[in-house]
């Protein structure tokens, strides 16, 4: 089963925030996060183990849940080049990810 | 840097032929996987391997098979393409253990029509 992840699509202002959540409905080793620009590969931004360990980029934080099995990604004082769809995925042996949080970030 | 590879970016194919896609990764990975990027459904994923001659089905599998003989190439053959088969097809690598803590890589995607 995919990660069920929300919102299909958010426009931001420069400099506003958002957050973009994923929730599974099983248990989770791992949660991946990537962004994939138009006409591009995704690019990996981070991942969080189970356990608490993180990994960041840039201004773009995440959490995850354990025991509620969600994660989300914290896009502060957004720029620009944050525009583009924004992946997660879980990790249970095989990585499947969800269906993809569109980002516009207008000046 | 690691590469994924994918040997086209844009392919044209008739219904019932046979398609095989490549993908080849430079950075000796373990884990291979193919998905299928099609608008509102994110990326699905229809197989991956976590070795040589290893495979496992993933959530969309049918009318599709692949194949892995060495460990750098991971091929996707589609047996008798269909029209709802058109899509972008997605390769990516990551290393040991299959992905858990490991950041996948993708190739460039290789977008398939079928006529």
């Known amino acids: 089963q995919q990660p069920v992840q929300s919102p299909q699509a958010v426009i931001l202002r420069e400099g506003e925030d958002a957050v973009i959540n994923c929730s599974s409905s099983?248990?989770?080793?791992?949660v991946h996060w990537y962004r994939q620009k138009h006409g591009e590969a995704p690019v990996f931004l981070m991942i969080?183990?189970?356990?608490?360990e993180q990994k960041g980029h840039e201004k773009i934080s995440a959490s995850f849940n354990e025991k509620k099995q969600q994660s989300s990604l914290y896009l502060t004082a957004s720029q620009l080049s944050y525009s583009g769809t924004y992946f997660c995925g879980f990790s249970w042996g095989k990585l499947q990810f969800g269906a993809g949080t569109q980002v516009v970030v207008t000046p | 840097d690691v590469k994924v590879t994918q040997s086209s970016r844009y392919l044209v194919k008739r219904t019932g032929e046979k398609v095989f896609l490549e993908c080849v990764q430079d950075?000796?990975?373990?884990?291979m996987f193919w998905y299928r990027q099609d608008p509102g459904l994110g990326l699905r994923l229809i197989y991956f391997s976590y070795d040589v001659k290893m495979k496992e089905k993933g959530d969309i599998p049918e009318g599709y098979s692949v194949s892995r003989e060495k460990k750098e190439r991971f091929s996707l053959i589609l047996e008798s393409a269909s029209t709802n088969q058109t899509s972008m097809y997605l390769c990516?690598?990551?290393?040991?253990?299959?992905?858990?803590?490991?950041?996948?890589?993708f190739g460039q995607g290789t977008r398939l029509t079928v006529v």
């Open positions: 969080l183990l189970k356990g608490g």
């Open positions: 990516a690598s990551s290393d040991l253990p299959t992905g858990m803590n490991t950041e996948a890589f």
């Open positions: 099983k248990a989770l080793y791992s």
């Open positions: 950075m000796d990975h373990e884990n």
